[in-house]
C-alpha cells in the first residue's frame, strides 16, 4: 500500500509542475504576440517616416 501511495504522490506532483510550466508558457506567449505586433508597428512607422524624408 506505501508504494501505491509513494507513486500517486510522485504523480499529483508532476502533475502540479506540468500545470505551472503551461501556464507558464501561456503567459509568455502572450507577451511574445504583444512584442511581435509592437515590432510590426515600429517597424511599418519607420518605413513611413523614410518615404516622408525622400
Keep these: 500500500m506505501k508504494p ?8 499529483a506532483l508532476v502533475l ?6 503551461v501556464e507558464t508558457l501561456k503567459f509568455l ?6 512584442v511581435l505586433v509592437a515590432s510590426a ?3 511599418l512607422l519607420q518605413r513611413v517616416r523614410a518615404r516622408a524624408h525622400r
Excluded at 501505491?4 to 504523480?11: D, E, F, H, M, S
Aim: charged share 0%.
Design 29 to 34: 506567449l502572450y507577451i511574445g504576440l504583444v
Design 41 to 43: 508597428v515600429l517597424l
Design 16 to 21: 502540479l509542475i506540468v500545470g505551472i510550466a
Design 4 to 11: 501505491l501511495l509513494i507513486a500517486l504522490a510522485l504523480v
